[in-house]
């Protein structure tokens, strides 16, 4: 733990912030920004120097995930209801993965965390303040890196590896075109609005990841690296 | 917070509260039939009966996955899905809606398991208040009687077993029955419930709850029978209609 922990609101009930000792990484960036390649760079990386991590990411968890994959492909989810349901299954991680792990000094790499959750459901419309006392359960973490493509770069780089682009990465629910490529363009935009506007609050860095995927690396590991000394 | 005549929807929501044992249940299922003999476009909602959220809350529940949190937020979703797809629809095309619990339930509860409770408040802020919330008041001991009497198998979370008051099932159930009464109890003037001595017979309690409801909400409008809601304007034409109707019969 590099500074004093805190939750960014209430926390999770009978836990001290205090005895989360390890340190808390979160990579944030839309699909297509690197995000899971640079994680999986990061995880070799740090095991490789002896220290152990554990991963998280958004629907990974044993209580709700395939609840809200099914809830998913029914296209039957409102707004409340999704920003609610994403929330249980954070945290039901973070009281399951996060905690523990941080309570026994590992390194936790989060792949997203709050900031994706509460983007989405700002750019549907939820109030921020609503958001903000939600998710006042997270702890603040370490250092927290969002990786940022333009919206054109994104859209080659979903297209290229999967030739087609997800119905919810593309925003169609929000209704901004019945074209799907004009959504995720338009939606990736909305998103990265909502990302600078969080960041007024939540102090993440931006790196720019329209480079190569070797000159992000580098960069996340010069500033993993000064943190990890600091320790 | 508004009720939902406040915020100009045409149709009410009418909530029942109480604790388990309390014959909440069996109250509002009798005014509902009751509504319905009359012609009333009613719908009638349970907590924690979203068909969407139903089966991870039963795995939550089964496997005792569940936290304080993640119980408040599995609850909370339930109740969103049901609040936007179904209330609010209704509401808006004038429909009575009846509710077995509402948000007060999770308040009452939640924070009896630790939740902060403007955590929990904020959490479902989303949300209008009843137009008129029953609580049905019965002694500790009367719903206890009520629930334990045939001796049944108490779940683990019904029970409050997390909360790790008692080994003891039955002891733990009364215990965290009476903190939830507590709960209830300190909101009663904060959320004008108005109180309902569940101690009198069935037949005694509908007959205050029917009166109840119909001093408080002129039911006639909400009949099946009528027209479908029309613009302002036309609105004031049709009562105008309806009052020589009126008349004429």
Known sequence: MIK??????????????????????????????????????????????????????????????????????????????????????????????????LKSGFIVLADRYIYTLMARDMVRGMNETWLKNLYGIAPEPDAVFYLSVEPQELVQRNLAKTATLDYWESGMDLGFSRDMFDSFLKYQTAMGDAFRELQKSYHFEIIDANRSIVSVTRELHKKIGALLEQD | MKTFAESQFPGRLIAVEGLDGSGKSTQIYLLKRWLEAEGIKVYFS??????????????????????????????????????????????????????????????????????????????????????????FKADLDVSLNRILEGRPKLKFFEAGMDLRLSNDPYESFKIFQGRILDQYLAMTKEFNFVIIDANQPVEKQQVIVRKLVSDRIELKKFKRRSPLPLPPALHVVREEIEKEEDKAA
């Not at chain 1, 001290?16 to 839309?30: C, F, Y």
């Not at chain 1, 990411?57 to 349901?85: D, I, P």
């Open chain 2, 46 to 135: 349970e907590w924690n009966s979203s068909e969407l959220v139903k089966s991870a809350t039963s795995k939550g529940k089964k496997r005792e996955l569940l936290t304080p949190t993640t119980f408040s937020l599995i609850h909370a979703t339930d109740f969103a899905d049901r609040y936007e797809r179904h209330l609010v629809p209704l509401l808006r095309a004038g429909y009575i809606v009846l509710c077995d619990r509402y948000i007060f339930t999770a308040f009452a509860r939640d924070v009896t398991r630790g939740c902060p409770p403007d955590w929990v408040r904020g959490n479902y802020s989303f949300a209008c208040i009843p137009d008129l919330t029953m609580f």
């Open chain 1, 4 to 101: 004093p922990r805190r939750f960014y609101g209430h926390g999770i009930p009978h836990v001290n912030s205090e005895d989360l000792r390890g340190t808390l990484i979160v990579v944030e960036g839309a699909d297509g920004s690197g995000r899971s390649t640079q994680i999986a760079e990061l995880v070799k990386w740090l095991e490789t120097s002896g220290r152990a991590t554990v991963q998280v990411g958004l629907k990974r968890s044993t209580l709700v995930s395939e609840e809200l994959e099914r809830a998913q492909e029914g296209n039957v989810l409102s707004r409340t209801t999704l920003a609610l349901f994403y929330a249980t299954d954070f945290a039901d991680q973070l009281e399951n993965l996060i905690l523990p792990a």
